[in-house]
DNA sequence: CAAATCAGTTTTGATTCGATACTATTGGCC
DNA sequence: GGCCAATAGTATCGAATCAAAACTGATTTG
């Protein structure tokens, strides 16, 4: 964990980004998409209810939301997205996709094939979390690491938040209100 | 390194992907650059001298050259880059950072900082080239895994496409003829 | 030496982008 | 209740991106 490594494990991580960008790049121009669609299909087939709206998927993006609220207009336009007003919040839209915009995260996920060893994996996910604390960002994190999160019993979650019953699948989504525990 | 696997790695890399993105867009906007600007001076301070211009960069970064050759365009007028047409072949120019370019790239290495442990580094690796093999990308890799590099003595590097000889720090840098070896 | 290929630029029109201003809803606070 | 700040989202603006296609020149191939 001694800088000098840093700088060499910085090095991976630039590339392997760099190369995914490429492909997902390519795939959108294929699909007839800009790169910033994709990643809002992309984003939009892994957060939870909670996160679903123009201000979460610019948090997480890191762009304006008003480029993401002209980049949705054009996404509904299209018919690969749909918006439904909150019922208790009217200010608040939630977004879904529709099958339209699922299919292409599906062939999204298709095309690029990534492969990699099993002890990969909790290495990700530790280097991840640490680049999120490193640069003081919040949230965007599965309920299963999440300190909000309860179990009552088995296959049974409840969020400390919102005090709302969360089903077994929707615990693996991310969610901007994600704190480490 | 089954099916299975393959998909929650897919998942982490997508995640790590998408995060690594919003931090280099957050840069990209505070440095008053566009998220391309960042992407191309990035790729100029790790690519080699066969690899340094306006279609290598098209290459890497998955976009057309038409695309690329604009930003450069603005990116020269800025004073971030420089151009010098080859001596040989006068269609090809090489592309290089000035000092204020070379300074932005530094800022950004600062600004991302990635920690991960030692045991990550050869897994990276070794994801990478991975990925670049399924999806049938060649090239982008560093003369030390490249088939091409001959070592005639310590610390000397020939290439063994150019026949010409490779500095140390040279070796290190990525090249768009790259094939592993 | 002509044709094909290659490196790079230019042009075009749709779209993104950040910045700013704006509407509408909500929440606090006296 | 009523006022004001905060929040979610949209609209508008000008500069810049984007892919596609047409276009120079230079080089290679046949």
């Known amino acids: ?70 980049s949705l207009g054009l996404l509904e336009e299209k018919g690969l997205i749909k918006r439904v007003q909150d ?28 492969d990699g060893s099993e002890k990969l994996e909790p290495q990700l996910k530790n280097l991840l979390t640490s680049i999120q604390k490193k640069n003081g960002l919040k949230g965007f994190g599965t309920c299963l690491s999440c300190r909000f999160n309860q179990s009552p019993g088995k296959n049974s979650f409840v969020c400390g938040l919102t005090k709302e019953k969360l089903s077994v699948d929707e615990v693996k989504k991310i969610c901007k209100e994600h704190e480490a525990s």
Chains 1, 2 share one sequence.
């Open 87 to 114: 019922k208790i919040d009217k200010r608040v839209f939630h977004l879904s996709l529709l099958s339209k915009g699922a299919s292409v995260t599906k062939r999204l996920l298709e095309s690029i094939h990534l």
């Open 1 to 70: 964990m001694g800088d000098t490594n840093a700088n060499a494990v910085s090095q991976w991580v630039e590339r392997l980004s760099a190369l995914h960008r490429s492909l997902m790049r390519k795939f959108a121009t294929e699909e007839g998409l800009q790169f910033v669609h994709v990643e809002i299909l992309q984003y939009l087939s892994i957060c939870n209810r909670y996160s679903d709206t123009t201000q979460a998927i610019s948090d997480y993006l890191g762009q304006t939301k008003g480029s993401i609220s002209q």
